[in-house]
């Protein structure tokens, strides 16, 4: 389900319940609260399950780190190690900072493992510990230990627009968008009858999805800004909650005018409102 959907959804049923009041209500407020409330409920999630659900976790794909020493960053103390720094969004805040979920290399071959910064700072400089691959997190600025030019970083953001869209996988004939870039990553296609050898890009044409040929098509931009219609980053049953607690906390409505006001050939997620 996309952020749209969402906020679409919650406008219609908060219409239905005080009529005109559409033209009061800013959709980037809306917007706004199911981001909020989407955080607040995994922090819940997570104290009462002490589970990390998948569904919550945005990979940034490949991450430019800095490279910095203590005598260049202020957060640093004293010390001979050399850091990556890189900033990152906003994540929600966890126990052990598991909205940083996951740090590797630009590889994904080796892992970097959380540690607090007091915890860091207080090895012996030279000790066998601190020579192995940590990283922590002060504010918005990411540190690893050692250097890495470049990492795979993987968050449980604050707000899912703030992430990336990574667009890896193939682009199969009669997926081709109007207005999207795509690069041939092997062999020939032939698109809108104009032929394409590899490494060649073409732009997607209204009313034309398919190629023909053995080539490989991908997408060119393969990091791209989510928005308000990709997937969201919540589960259904997540979802169901979010609304409810803007409806009735924010907006103050029952949960029969709810029941009540739902319009027909609702999404699934308020039907099951409804039937709670």
């Given at each position: 389900?996309?952020?749209?959907?969402?906020?679409?959804?919650?406008?219609?049923?908060?219409?239905?319940?005080?009529?005109?009041?559409?033209?009061?209500?800013?959709?980037?407020?809306?917007?706004?609260?199911?981001?909020?409330?989407?955080?607040?409920?995994?922090?819940?999630?997570?104290?009462?399950?002490?589970?990390?659900?998948?569904?919550?976790?945005?990979?940034?794909?490949?991450?430019?780190?800095?490279?910095?020493?203590?005598?260049?960053?202020?957060?640093?103390?004293?010390?001979?190690?050399?850091?990556?720094?890189?900033?990152?969004?906003?994540?929600?805040?966890?126990?052990?900072?598991?909205?940083?979920?996951?740090?590797?290399?630009?590889?994904?071959?080796?892992?970097?493992?959380?540690?607090?910064?007091?915890?860091?700072?207080?090895?012996?400089?030279?000790?066998?510990?601190?020579?192995?691959?940590?990283?922590?997190?002060?504010?918005?600025?990411?540190?690893?230990?050692?250097?890495?030019?470049?990492?795979?970083?993987?968050?449980?953001?604050?707000?899912?627009?703030?992430?990336?869209?990574?667009?890896?996988?193939?682009?199969?004939?009669?997926?081709?968008?109007?207005?999207v870039t795509y690069v041939v990553e092997s062999g020939?296609?032939?698109?809108?009858?104009?032929?394409?050898?590899?490494?060649?890009?073409?732009?997607?044409?209204?009313?034309?999805?398919?190629?023909?040929?053995?080539?490989?098509?991908?997408?060119?931009?393969?990091?791209?800004?989510?928005?308000?219609?990709?997937?969201?980053?919540?589960?259904?049953?997540?979802?169901?909650?979010?609304?409810?607690?803007?409806?009735?906390?924010?907006?103050?409505?029952?949960?029969?005018?709810?029941?009540?006001?739902?319009?027909?050939?609702?999404?699934?997620?308020?039907?099951?409102?409804?039937?709670?």
């Open positions: 389900m996309t952020l749209r959907q969402i906020q679409d959804d919650l406008l219609q049923l908060l219409t239905r319940s005080t009529p005109g009041i559409e033209t009061r209500i800013e959709k980037r407020h809306l917007r706004y609260k199911v981001n909020e409330k989407r955080a607040k409920t995994i922090k819940e999630n997570y104290m009462r399950h002490r589970e990390v659900q998948p569904v919550w976790l945005q990979r940034l794909g490949e991450l430019k780190f800095t490279r910095v020493t203590s005598s260049d960053d202020p957060n640093l103390l004293s010390c001979d190690c050399t850091f990556g720094k890189a900033t990152i969004p906003a994540v929600v805040s966890l126990p052990d900072d598991l909205g940083v979920y996951r740090v590797a290399s630009s590889c994904n071959t080796k892992k970097y493992y959380p540690i607090k910064p007091d915890r860091f700072f207080a090895f012996d400089n030279g000790s066998v510990r601190s020579k192995s691959k940590y990283f922590f997190r002060i504010g918005n600025s990411l540190y690893v230990s050692p250097y890495i030019k470049e990492g795979n970083v993987t968050l449980i953001l604050e707000d899912p627009l703030t992430g990336w869209n990574l667009k890896t996988e193939t682009v199969q004939s009669g997926s081709i968008l109007e207005g020939t296609v032939t698109y809108n009858s104009v032929l394409y050898q590899k490494a060649s890009t073409f732009v997607g044409v209204a009313g034309v999805a398919t190629y023909t040929g053995t080539g490989v098509v991908k997408h060119n931009d393969k990091k791209v800004a989510m928005t308000i219609d990709d997937d969201y980053p919540m589960s259904h049953t997540m979802t169901e909650q979010v609304v409810m607690q803007i409806l009735t906390n924010d907006y103050k409505i029952e949960s029969q005018t709810i029941s009540e006001q739902a319009p027909d050939g609702q999404d699934d997620t308020i039907v099951k409102i409804n039937e709670q």
